[in-house]
């Protein structure tokens, strides 16, 4: 397994890391995602230790706890080996304090969360989404005291901004607060906005990202092809209006050339999305679900091997898509890209 910084920090992380949503699953998402045991979490945590996997990726929300509750169980005995990385902001109920990143929310919500988990400490603790309503200087002061304390080790964003990024990493630098080190977010080869501003910006502020659902919202199994209705089994019967929305040429485009590729590397189709990705600028770790042992398999079977740059052009270019304004005219118009050449 291949290891990377987390962004600008010294800690170290797996290529793939293992995202424990299918654990405890409940609910109208959430059972469709997976409802794994303790038992059978287990084997998956072995698993994925034996590959060098040793990042686990969950949040508070997830099944109403129960997630945290089966990864803690998951991994008694071995906390030492393993990394663990929740989030938190978003609702665990109907009550007025119940979501967002308050003081109050966030510091009983770590305190549920190493509950739930077994541990004294967090690894790395996501805000799970940007709170509008309370003042950048109250999260941040409150996470800050939260690292003191020895609750948590670093500390990141998803489903952010880049505005609410960078106003909150000016306000930690004047107050001398940690900074974020991570960014969790959406990002496929059916799913490229994350590149126009969001890359740029962890690059430039060092900032690793996170990549959750690489296999875009299930499009990239290998199972959904053209022409053909979407399988009984799949999820996204239930799920498609909780995830991101993919145009069919766009999905079908993409498909056609994860085929062909697939045909010529005696990969997966999965391997090969996955893989594209971890050859992206900014990319820290992706983070790979399974509802069972054959599907893990087959998603660490994306490292170890490297597409080519011509394979990489193809996917490139199947996947492409106009860049929303101010970004277009720098991909269109040879004055604007001298000025600021792309990053991918």
Sequence with gaps: M??????????????????????GGSGPLFSHWGTTDVAEARRLVDICLEAGVNLFDTADNYSEGASEEVLGEAIKGRRDAVLLSTKMSLPLGDGPNEAGSSRFRLIRGVEAALKRLGTDHIDLLQLHAFDAFTP???VLSTLDQLVRDGKIRYIGVSNFSGWQIMKSLAVAEKHGWPRYVANQVYYSLVGRDYEWDLMPLGADQGLGAMVWSPLGWGRLTGKIRRNNPIPEGSRLHETASFGPPVEDDLLYSVVDVLDAIAEETGKTVPQVAINWLLQRPTVASVIIGARNE??????LGATGWALTDEQIARLDASSARTAPYPHFPYQRQEAFAQLNPTLV
């Design 2 to 23: 291949d290891y990377r910084n987390l962004g600008n920090s010294g800690l170290k992380v797996p290529a793939l890391s293992f995202g424990a949503g299918t654990f």
């Design 294 to 299: 054959a599907q893990l398999r087959d998603n």
């Design 136 to 138: 950048v200087e109250e």
